[in-house]
């Protein structure tokens, strides 16, 4: 009872909007003078504004259901008939077991836009945990779980779907949750249990099931190579970092420093810019990291070409260590690919080619 006194006192107080009644009442009228002149599109119309009146402004949902039900019945051709039954049926559905949570729940999300989000989301979860009964429960833990992820909370978002799921198992929503729940444990890069998650959306009823789901398992599928390919490519890269550092020689470091500076071969970082500058603009941070790369990689190169350690001089371990170094240049692009998310363009360019 404190929570729910609580959150009454931070959302606003919502009243009937000013006047609606008496529109609802303009509107039947003006209805049943179109009927009587025979103009049947514009009796339907105002039936329509009728029933939209008093299910979302006055949430008089007896009479919102009594004028959709009418239109239907006196006017199953007109156009907004069918909004008219499905609007209908989702009413008498939701205030099965009464009214008031139905009317919390549409109070929140027609004024989501005003609200904190915090107490909107707090106010749906009391909602769901004061009417365990609440025919339309499923939805409000959908919404829930859709705020959460907006909002960019994947846990609390799993929460909500998982909720969802395991109560109402045959929901109609059941699909959307696992999807939800694919994403969620996706953006926590748990590719076990996305996986799981969007396999399971093909055992749903949702029309399309089993394409969504193939496609969502094989993105993970893709995306979970990848990162286990970056595990490897950041372990070589260790390797070769401590495999350079050891090979150094300390007394001849601060002379490879100085002597870098001035090599032909650092002219070409004017060039990097210069690519930066004419880069399309949507993509020059992109390639302002890779410049950024190259420069870098190339004066350690450099440095470590003069600073190295007397063996290796001889031929087998300059063409060694000259490997080695394009293998890491290599190692350090996949990873600013991967950080910049461009490894799906490149895979794609690769697979088109």
Do not use: C
């Not at 509107?27 to 009587?36: E, L, P, Q, S």
């Not at 009964?133 to 978002?157: C, H, N, T, V, Y």
């Not at 996986?195 to 789901?213: C, K, N, Q, Y």
């Not at 470091?253 to 880069?279: D, H």
Request: glycine content about 8%.
């Amino acid at each position: 009872m404190l929570m729910a006194f609580l959150l009454a006192a931070a959302l606003p107080v919502s009243t009937p909007v000013p006047g609606a009644l008496g529109r609802v009442d303009a509107w039947i009228r003006d209805a049943d003078a179109a009927a009587k002149a025979g103009k049947t599109s514009d009796a339907a119309a105002n039936l329509w504004r009728a029933a939209e009146a008093a299910d979302h402004d006055l949430r008089d949902y007896p009479r919102a259901v009594e004028l959709y039900d009418r239109l239907v019945l006196e006017y199953p051709a007109a156009r907004l008939s069918r909004g008219a039954a499905l609007r209908r049926d989702a009413v008498v559905r939701a205030t099965a077991g009464g009214s008031e949570p139905f009317a919390r729940l549409e109070r929140v999300r027609a004024e989501f836009s005003k609200l904190d989000r915090g107490d909107a989301r707090a106010e749906v979860r009391a909602i769901v945990k004061e009417y365990p009964s609440f025919a339309i429960a499923d939805e409000a833990l959908l919404w829930l779980g859709d705020r959460a992820a907006e909002a960019g909370d994947p846990e609390e978002a799993g929460e909500s779907y998982r909720e969802l799921l395991q109560r109402f198992p045959e929901s109609a929503h059941a699909a959307h949750a696992w999807a939800g729940l694919g994403r969620a444990a996706f953006a926590e890069k748990d590719w076990a249990a996305a996986e799981d998650a969007f396999s399971r959306i093909a055992g749903t009823s949702v029309a399309g099931a089993d394409i969504v789901s193939r496609k969502e398992v094989e993105m993970v599928r893709r995306h979970r190579t990848r990162a286990e390919r970056l595990g490897w490519v950041l372990g070589f890269l260790a390797i070769a970092g401590v495999a350079a550092v050891a090979t150094v020689d300390p007394r001849r470091l601060r002379a490879a420093v100085r002597a870098s500076w001035g090599r032909e071969l650092l002219y070409a970082g004017p060039v990097f810019v210069l690519l930066v500058v004419v880069a399309p603009h949507d993509g020059r941070g992109s390639i302002a990291a890779l410049a950024a790369l190259g420069v870098a990689f190339l004066w350690a190169a450099l440095v470590w070409a003069d600073a190295a350690r007397p063996a290796f001089a001889r031929p087998a371990l300059r063409a060694a260590s000259t490997v080695a170094g394009t293998l890491t240049g290599m190692a350090l692009v996949y990873v600013v690919l991967y950080a910049l998310d461009l490894l799906i363009a490149v895979e794609r360019l690769i697979g088109e080619a």
